[in-house]
């Protein structure tokens, strides 16, 4: 078997303690609820109005304070300065802490006796729990792997990760860090060209405390996440004075994605639902001529999914394990194995 790509939805890492999108808004507000303020975020104030205001529902939630903000009626700063900030910054915080307690066993598998050089995976999943674990091989590094490079830190990836919706450990610095003095950049460049990593994040892959993202200005300055948000009419850019910021960044992530699902020998859908809100998701796999074998494994949803691929012409099949856990531990090299990841007996 030739190369294969694997792309990756929520269901891929509910496993590790991450949640469904159905359930995401309600899950986020409550552990903002339960949170005290941290400097200029007030989480449990923020998640209170919010939650009277949209209800618990993810996509209302983010939905419903963008709509706020392009309105831009009397008191939409509120909006556009802290509620928003807070969801961004709640949901990374609250993915972090996840990060933290839940050993993402399966993921490890996966890394670890599944992918091989060469293959690549497409997520739309925010979190880095995969990516942690692929780091621990010798076929992933950041400052390659995720399909751009990051001047300065480790290269030599064979695998590569196309993070289409953003990533929890992204940031985009406003004007390169630079808070004073004469400031010159051309058009669409304020927010930079690509990601950059803080020390934590950086630490929360794996790496140890001298590996350092140099484009990371660590005397503070503006900083945004550039994560695409669970909104049926997403937006693949930053709007800012200065045109459209990062549009050429995600067009490039996404012809790379594109490019890797067409010219593959294999694909496999991991928990990824396919569901219409995801419009330029579902059209990587459901435009265009692929010619490689499709296995679904996405749960209730694979049969679905079978279909829809069929309709197009795809050779697609369910899965012999619909469940992603269940997945890597039958595919697993050196044996079968099972969730905990030991061999079964």
């Known amino acids: 078997m030739g190369r294969t790509t694997y792309i990756f939805g929520a269901g891929a890492s509910f496993h590790a303690g991450y949640p469904f999108v159905r359930t995401m808004g309600d899950q986020l507000l409550e552990w903002m609820r339960r949170q005290s303020p941290c400097g200029l975020f007030d989480f449990a104030n923020s998640a209170t109005f919010l939650k009277q205001r949209f209800g618990n529902d993810i996509e209302d939630l983010f939905a419903g304070v963008q709509k706020e903000i392009d309105a831009q009626r009397p008191g939409y700063s509120i909006y556009a300065n802290v509620h928003k900030p807070c969801l ?36 739309f999943n925010y979190d880095i729990a995969l990516d942690s674990k692929l780091r621990k091989t010798s076929e992933w590094s950041v400052g390659d792997g995720y399909g751009f490079t990051a001047d300065g830190l480790p290269t030599g990836s064979t695998v590569k990760i196309f993070k289409l919706h953003g990533s929890i450990n992204w940031f985009a610095v406003l004007f390169g860090g630079l808070t ?17 990593f ?3 994040d950086l630490t929360a892959l794996g790496y140890p405390t001298h590996i350092q993202d140099l484009a990371f200005p660590r005397a503070g300055a503006a900083a945004i996440q550039p994560l695409i948000l669970p909104t049926s009419r997403k937006r693949f850019y930053f ?8 549009q050429p960044f995600w067009d490039k992530l996404w ?45 209730d949803d694979s049969g679905r999914i079978v279909k829809q691929l069929r309709d197009q012409g795809r050779d697609a099949q369910v899965a012999d394990q619909v469940l992603f856990q269940n997945w890597v531990g039958s595919h697993a090299a050196g044996g079968e194995f099972t969730l905990t990841g030991c061999p079964r007996s």
């Open 180 to 196: 004073s003095g004469p400031m010159a950049f051309t058009p669409s460049a304020a927010m930079g060209h690509r990601p950059v």
């Open 88 to 123: 961004v910054e709640g949901m990374r915080q609250w993915f972090a802490s996840i990060h933290r307690t839940a050993p993402a066993i399966a993921y490890e598998l996966f890394a670890s006796r599944v992918v091989k050089p060469g293959d690549r995976i497409v997520t």
């Open 255 to 299: 012809r790379a994605a594109r490019r890797a699902v067409r010219t593959s020998d294999r694909v496999v859908i991991c928990g990824y639902g396919m569901y219409p809100i995801d419009r330029r998701g579902c059209n990587l796999l459901l435009s265009g001529k692929i010619s490689g074998q499709i296995e679904v494994c996405s749960g």
């Open 239 to 246: 709007q800012s004075n200065f045109g459209r910021e990062w």
């Open 198 to 200: 803080t020390d934590a």
